[in-house]
């Protein structure tokens, strides 16, 4: 069996058990089929019967690097996406400025010595990334990757422009909303004064989690599971990458009301584990081609992790970032962050699912951006100093 970069397996493990139709209709009539929300308690109980060891708490993420921390550090519990427009005249130099006081907030926020009492002299532990845009890419004829263009339409698009694009986008993630918050005003300030003006923003969150757990999203099931590693190679170029962002509301009642075996045919995983339908646990090599005796799949053809499969796309993956967002009783979903050298992956995959997916008649996608990640600022450097 094909193994998938990232998600290693033990081959000499015995083989698991072909599950068939029958057997996971009937393994789901038994689980509640109420509220996604109830049946996500019910597995994180399971999971806390036989709970996991622990890795060791992550230490402070340092701003400087060849690659910026939020890419490459670990998802903290709240985030904020940040766009800001430019004016027509800015220039290289002036963008230059931009970011370097930018990136002198990011930096002495990572080590503390942001000077504002509301933080209470403590460093809190924050990633932060820097982007530009397309539209200002092309402005000012920056160097970034062949193929980097705004996303075209995509099938069952229902987008705002008032909270899509911008010529650069920030996002800062810490332990805390309160803390995002302290960081946007400074960041803010430093942006406004060097010409900036704000775009729209965005607040996520993820739920509680043991530490190395995978957070779930609000359809009760794990969200990012066989991530690659971000030091995966294939997915810089230049110690820069791609970030596509998508806001995507989510129809989390309509969902709930499936019978929980229908949940997990959608998603092609099991709720309590996030195994895949063909395999034992969470990290567990789907297999997509794995066939029941009557022939049909053991992972339907219309099911989330077949269609995003990268056997799908020659092996190419995307490194993802979900936070859940709750904005209004009737707008609740996900911030769907993605990492790639090359955009163009993201509108393979995005295609299929709009045209395939059983979770696309409760997802809609309302707010899109593409955006150039920056290289790292290196000790004693400034971010964006490269252009």
């Not at 996604?36 to 622990?54: M, Q, V």
Request: glycine share 10%; proline share 11%; charged share 20%.
């Amino acid at each position: 069996m094909h193994i998938e970069p990232g998600n290693p397996q033990d081959a000499t493990a015995p083989a698991r058990a072909r599950i068939d139709r029958r057997t996971l209709f009937a393994a789901g009539a038994a689980l509640a089929a109420g509220a996604a929300g109830a049946g996500a308690a019910t597995a994180l109980a399971r999971e806390e019967r036989h709970p996991a060891a622990a890795p060791p708490p992550p230490g402070p993420a340092p701003f400087h690097g060849a690659r910026q921390s939020g890419v490459t550090r670990p998802q903290l519990p709240a985030t904020r996406l940040l766009a800001l427009d430019l004016p027509a005249g800015t220039d290289r130099t002036a963008l230059r400025a931009l970011l370097a006081a930018a990136g002198d907030v990011l930096a002495r926020a990572a080590d503390g010595t942001l000077d504002d009492p509301r933080l209470d002299g403590a460093p809190p532990r924050t990633t932060s990334l820097a982007a530009i845009g397309p539209a200002l890419a092309a402005r000012l004829r920056l160097p970034v990757p062949d193929g980097f263009a705004e996303l075209p339409a995509l099938p069952g698009d229902r987008l705002d422009p008032a909270r899509s694009g911008g010529d650069l986008l920030l996002q800062v993630s810490t332990e805390q909303p309160w803390t995002t918050g302290v960081l946007t005003e400074h960041l803010l300030a430093a942006a406004t004064a060097a010409g900036a003006t704000p775009r729209w923003r965005q607040d996520g969150f993820l739920p509680p989690a043991p530490d190395g757990r995978t957070p779930r999203n609000l359809f009760g099931f794990k969200d990012g599971t066989a991530n690659p590693d971000p030091a995966d190679p294939a997915l810089w170029q230049r110690d820069g990458t791609v970030l596509v962002y998508r806001r995507i509301r989510m129809d989390t009642a309509a969902f709930a009301a499936l019978p929980a075996d229908r949940r997990e045919l959608a998603v092609g995983r099991r709720a309590d584990t996030g195994a895949p339908l063909t395999g034992s646990a969470e990290h567990d090599d789907p297999d997509i081609y794995a066939k029941h005796p009557d022939g049909s799949y053991v992972i339907p053809a219309s099911a989330h992790v077949r269609l995003s499969s990268p056997r799908l796309d020659g092996g190419a993956r995307m490194l993802r970032r979900g936070w859940s967002y709750d904005d209004a009783p009737a707008d609740r979903g996900l911030l769907f962050c993605a990492f790639m050298p090359d955009p163009a992956l993201f509108v393979r995959v995005q295609t299929r699912l709009a045209e395939r997916d059983a979770l696309t008649p409760f997802l809609t996608h309302t707010a899109s951006a593409v955006a150039w990640v920056l290289p790292g600022a290196r000790e004693g450097g400034t971010l964006g100093e490269g252009l």
